[in-house]
């Protein structure tokens, strides 16, 4: 199977900076897909951006484009979410996910890491 870990998040001031990462082991070669998802308390999971296992162009939510970058270091198995100009709503716990094809569920995820914004 494959496991993902997250790290990076933390306590942060709005207007601030994080970057995520996620590594990834196991039998990374089942991954061809990449994302990141949050969940807010009392809200539910949302996704946040994405891209393939083997690179290329991420995508996002209209909610973080433009602030947030998702890249991809092959040699290293992770991910990374770089996060800039933070903003209060983006607390949320954030996971990352993996999966095998080009669509459907996401079958791999990780424990998750908190993110808070202060104001």
């Known amino acids: 199977q494959v496991q993902l870990v997250e790290s990076g998040g933390g306590l942060v001031q709005a207007g601030g900076s994080l970057r995520l990462s996620c590594a990834a082991s196991g039998r990374t070669f089942l991954l061809y897909r990449m994302a990141w998802f949050r969940q807010a308390p009392g809200k539910e999971r949302e996704f946040v951006g994405g891209l393939v296992w083997s690179g290329g162009s991420a995508y996002y939510d209209y909610s973080v484009k433009g602030r947030f970058t998702i890249s991809m270091d092959n040699a290293k198995n992770t991910m990374y979410l770089q996060m800039n100009s933070l903003k209060p709503e983006d607390t949320a716990v954030y996971y990352c996910?993996?999966?095998?094809?080009?669509?459907?569920?996401?079958?791999?995820w990780g424990q998750g890491t908190q993110v808070t914004v202060s104001s």
């Open positions: 996910a993996g999966g095998p094809t080009s669509g459907g569920e996401y079958d791999y």
